[in-house]
C-alpha cells in the first residue's frame, strides 16, 4: 500500500480555475503540501494537463500551478481531479501551514 509523503487536510475552500478554454469552480475537499482533490460539478473533455488554480484569500487570491493526477467519474460525469502541485511558492506553503495550526 502506498503512503502519501504528506498528510492532507480536509478542507472546503471554494477555487475557480480556467482550463481548456472554459471557466470552473469547485471545492478542495483535501489538500497538502504537494497536492490536492478539487470536487467539481462537471468537467469537459479533454483538458489541459497543467493549469493555475485560485484560491480566494482574506485580501489576495493565491494562483498555484498545478497538473493533474487523478480523474474522478460518477455515472457519466467527470465529477473531481486531483492534482499535484507545480513548484509550489512560499506563500502556498505558509497557507498550508497556517491550515494545520488552525486544526
Known amino acids: 500500500m502506498q503512503r502519501r509523503a504528506y498528510e492532507r487536510i480536509p478542507s472546503g475552500i471554494e477555487v475557480k480555475f480556467f482550463c481548456s478554454g472554459t471557466d470552473y469552480s ?30 480566494p484569500l482574506k485580501n489576495e487570491v493565491l494562483n498555484v500551478s498545478v497538473r493533474v493526477s487523478r480523474i474522478t467519474k460518477s455515472a457519466d460525469i467527470f465529477d473531481g481531479i486531483g492534482v499535484e502541485l507545480i513548484d509550489p511558492s512560499r506563500d502556498y506553503l505558509d497557507f498550508i501551514k497556517k491550515l494545520r495550526s488552525d486544526q
Not at 469547485?26 to 488554480?53: A, V, Y
Request: hydrophobic share 40%.
Open 26 to 55: 469547485g471545492i478542495i475537499t483535501n489538500l497538502s503540501e504537494n497536492g490536492m482533490f478539487i470536487s467539481t460539478k462537471k468537467m469537459c473533455f479533454p483538458f489541459d494537463s497543467q493549469f493555475e488554480i485560485h484560491i
